[in-house]
């Protein structure tokens, strides 16, 4: 595998990619290994269907875990300020 900085020759279920962008080539492998372990698991349970398919639902299925992250991060942000508040509240008190 021929890697420089923000370039990488990645496999993607059978086919190879070149990869360029701002990332390390090791972020770059990382994704695409985890892409093909995605569309690896789909043909595993339904081996019929087309490489086209199997790229769509692995796509759907990484959209998913990033809303439930984001949704996750979210909640989190909104607990963190809601713990502030009171403090936020306080101080204000003080300086007025």
């Known amino acids: 595998m021929v890697e420089q900085k923000g370039r990488a020759v990645v496999h993607i279920f059978g086919e190879e990619y070149i990869m360029k962008g701002e990332a390390t080539p090791e ?4 994704l695409a290994n985890y892409i093909d372990k995605k569309m690896k698991q789909i043909v595993g349970r339904q081996p019929q269907l087309s490489v086209a398919k ?4 692995a796509a759907l299925n990484v959209a998913d875990e990033l809303s439930k992250l984001q949704e996750d991060y979210d909640t989190l942000v909104k607990l963190m300020d809601d713990e502030k508040a009171p403090e936020k ?3 204000e008190k003080k300086k007025a």
């Open 89 to 91: 509240k306080t101080a």
């Open 54 to 57: 199997i790229a769509v639902l």
């Open 27 to 30: 972020y770059m492998t990382m």
